[in-house]
């Protein structure tokens, strides 16, 4: 896998009518081989977001999970691709009722698959494995300069995902590992 040309193939289907099933192909035809794929972005060793671009339109970045890690259900505020080269991700995906949220579907994701979240998709995330798991994410604008939302894990009560509680949920988990 040439990153810079993934990049470059990523940022072109961008132009298209359809920009996130264009990329998602790009994001296909890369993953369909994840030796590749793990042998260019190397063997997770520690949870993580490794940003690879970033634009106001298209952010890309590798994220790795921890064994037996877990993200509390949260949105994204754009579309969102996920194709996973290495381990095992498995999304519960949710939905708004009149009180909260519920669960209303469940996507589970091996190497060499490719998850489509449309813009109002809210998911949480658990590699169920006692190993790594590693996979690109792609987001149809900044991810990092767009209000999201995530949902407390136990009570399902709604709150604003500044970054900082999910830096810190990665910095836990890695930590957890070290002992």
């Known amino acids: 896998m040439d990153i810079e040309r993934f990049i470059t193939d990523c940022t072109t ?11 998602r192909e790009v994001l296909a035809r890369a ?12 063997e997770p060793t520690m949870a993580g977001l490794s940003v690879l671009h970033r634009s106001p339109t298209l952010t890309i970045f590798n994220a790795t999970w921890t064994p ?45 698959d490719v998850a489509t979240l449309a813009t109002d998709a809210i ?6 494995l006692s190993r790594f798991a590693g996979g690109i994410h792609i987001y149809g604008g900044d991810f990092f300069a767009t209000p999201r939302h ?15 509680t999910i830096r810190a949920i990665f910095e836990s988990e890695n930590a957890r590992l070290r002992y």
């Open 31 to 42: 993953v369909s081989t994840p030796d590749s794929v793990l042998a260019t972005l190397g």
């Open 150 to 164: 995530q949902w407390h894990p136990e009570t399902l009560e709604t709150q604003p995902s500044d970054g900082e």
């Open 68 to 112: 037996n890690m877990t993200l509390m259900p949260h949105d994204h505020g754009m579309w969102a691709l996920i194709g996973l080269y290495t381990g095992r991700e498995d999304n519960i995906l949710w939905r708004h009722t009149p009180d909260r949220i519920e669960a209303h579907d469940v996507r589970t994701l091996f190497a060499g």
């Open 13 to 23: 289907a961008r132009l298209d009518n359809d920009p996130q099933a264009a990329i």
């Open 123 to 128: 998911h949480s995330v658990t590699n169920p």
